[in-house]
C-alpha cells in the first residue's frame, strides 16, 4: 500500500488511482449483521465494566499551536477569541492547517514513558486520538495520504500507543472525529480549503492534494456566518453540507483499515448516534458489524470489545455503548456506559487558567462509577508531545488516591438498591445536549455506594468531621437493607468503630486521614443475617 502512495506522490499515480488499486477494505463476515436487531446482541465487555477508569491523549496537529481546543476551525474566523494569534504567529492565507500537520514533529513525544506514568497512575485502558475534525490520521493511514506516517513525527503515532498500551497491560481504543471536517472545516474555504494538487507545484506539499485534508471542494452550509454560532451545523441537517458518497467511503475504509491492523479494544466516535447519523444510517450499522465480527472472529464467536455513540435512544444502547460527554447523569443506567472529559481544553492549551484538581476528577470518577459508567479522562500533551508540570501535579493526586482506594473502584458494580445518599443524590440535574452538565459541588453530605460480591464500598465525597457518621442506606428501615454489619475497614487506616441500629450504620471517622481527597469504607456483613440476593 505504502508503495501505491510514493507512485502517487511522484506523479506517477493519483492518489484516487492509488486508492482505485487499492480497492475498499471489505466488511467482515460473521454473526453480526447491519441491523440493529442483530447488532443489539452485543454485549458489554466484563474487563471494561471492571476497569472503570481510562486515560486519553487528545493529541493531534491542533496542539501544535498551544491554543485549546477547535483550533484548525477558529484559524480561520476573523472575529474568533483564537485571533490572538492571527498576524502574530500565523495568518491563515500563508499558514494554515496543512502547515500545522507539517510542523507537528512531536519531537519529545515518548509514549512508553507516558503510558507507564498512566497504568502507575492507576488507568486500566488507554485512548489514543486517531484524528479529530481536522481530518488528519495519527496512523499509518493508506486511505489518507495527510497521515503522521508520511509528515508531520513522521512516526506511526496510534501504532506506537498501541504498543506502548499493550506493553504496560492496558486496554487500547481509538478515537476517530472526522467524519465532521466535511462542515467543520468550511472557514477555511476563504483560505487555503478550495487548493488542489496542481497548487502545490513548487512548495513544500507538491504531490498531495489538500483538498484530501480540507474536503471543502463543496458549496458551503446555509444558516450559518464566520461569526455565527459554532455548533450549529453540528447535526447532518439545518442546512449542512451533506457529505459525498467518496467522502463517506474513505472513512468507512479508513476506519476499518485501523480496526484490522490495530485491533482496538474500544473505538469512540465523537458522533450523535454513529459517523453520519442523519444522513446515512447504514454507514454506522456497517461499521458496528465489521468491528463486532473482526473481533469476534479473533476471539472464539465473542465481540469483546467496545464502540461509543452521543445522544442515543434506549433501543441503541443495546448496539453500543453511550457516551456522555463532559457530565453525569443524575441517576444510575440500566445498560452500561461512559462519561468523557477533560482536565482542561480538550486540545492543549498554554497558559490556561486552570485545569480540574485530583480531587474533582476522583469525585466524578466515584459518582460515575457509582451508576453504572465508567470514566474516561483525557490530559492533554502540549506540541513536543509531553504534559506539562501542573498536569503531572493532578496526576500524582490521582495515583495517591487511586493507591489507597483502588479497591473500591476497580471490579465494583453498581448498587441497584441504594446508588447513594445525600442532597446530590436525591437532585435533578439535567443534561444539555451529549451532556455538559459536571462541576457539581460534592460534599462531605453525599455519598456513593458501589458493591463487590458480598461487600459494600461506601465513599464519603468529602472528608466530614471526625466522629459519628450515618450512612443511612443500612438502616433495617430502608430497602436497601442488606442485613447485620460485620466490619467497617477505612481503607489505607484499618478497621473503625461502628454501631449498627434502626437510623443506619453509624461509623466512627478518625482525625487521621489516609489521603484528603476523600475516605472510602469497606463494609462487610454477618453472613448469618445479610441477605445478598438482593
Known sequence: ??????????????????????????????????????????????????????????WGPQCQAESGDWYARFMYYSDSPYDQHRGIHYNPAEYGLKEFCRDFVAKKWNPEAI????????????????NHHDNFDLWDSPYQEWNSVN????????????????????????????????????????????????????????????????????????????????HSQWAWGNGASLPSEAYKTKLQNRCRQVVNDYNPD???????????????????????AHYYNHAANLNGGKADVVVTGKILPEEQKKALMWDVERGIP?????????????????????NLGGYKSAATVVRMLVDVVSKNGNLLL?????????????????????EAWMKINGESVYGTRYWPECFG??????????????GFNEGQNYTSADVRYVTKGDTIYATIM??????????????????????????????GYGEVEFRHGAEGLVVNIPSQHPNEIAPALRITFDDTEADFTK
Open 151 to 230: 509528515m508531520g513525527p513522521k512516526r506511526d503515532v496510534v501504532g506506537e500507543w498501541e504498543k506502548a498500551a499493550r506493553s504496560n497491560n492496558l486496554r487500547f481504543g481509538v478515537s476517530i472525529h472526522a467524519s465532521h471536517a466535511w462542515t467543520w472545516l468550511e472557514p477555511s474555504q476563504k483560505y487555503d480549503g478550495n487548493l488542489t494538487k496542481a497548487d502545490g507545484q513548487g512548495k513544500w506539499w507538491e504531490g498531495y492534494d489538500p483538498q484530501e485534508l480540507y474536503a471543502q471542494q463543496h458549496p458551503h452550509s446555509t444558516g450559518w456566518e464566520q461569526s455565527g454560532t459554532i
Open 1 to 58: 500500500m505504502k508503495r501505491l502512495f510514493s507512485l502517487a506522490l511522484f506523479g506517477m499515480l493519483t492518489l484516487a488511482e492509488a486508492n482505485a488499486q487499492m480497492g475498499n477494505v471489505p466488511m467482515e463476515e460473521g454473526r453480526y449483521e447491519s441491523n440493529w436487531k442483530s447488532l443489539s446482541e452485543w454485549e458489554c465487555p466484563e474487563w471494561y465494566k471492571d476497569a472503570k477508569f481510562g486515560l486519553w491523549a487528545h
Open 330 to 350: 443524575d441517576r444510575p443506567q440500566k445498560d452500561y456506559w461512559q462519561t468523557c472529559t477533560c482536565i482542561g481544553q480538550w486540545h492543549y492549551q498554554k
Open 266 to 288: 474500544i473505538v469512540y466516535f465523537d458522533d450523535t448516534v454513529l459517523p453520519f447519523w442523519g444522513c446515512d444510517e447504514q454507514w454506522g450499522l456497517d461499521f458496528l
Open 421 to 434: 445518599e445525600g442532597p446530590l443524590a436525591e437532585a435533578t440535574n439535567g443534561m444539555t445536549a451529549q
Open 115 to 130: 503510558m507507564k506514568r498512566y497504568a502507575d497512575v492507576g488507568c486500566k485502558f488507554f485512548m489514543a486520538l486517531g
Open 462 to 491: 468529602a472528608w466530614p468531621q471526625a466522629g459519628d457518621y450515618t450512612l443511612k442506606a443500612f438502616s433495617p428501615l430502608a430497602s436497601s437493607y442488606r442485613g447485620k454489619v460485620k466490619s467497617v475497614t477505612l481503607l
Open 378 to 398: 483525557s490530559i492533554p500533551l502540549n506540541a513536543d508531545g509531553e504534559y506539562d508540570a501542573r498536569e503531572a501535579v493532578v496526576l500524582d493526586g490521582i
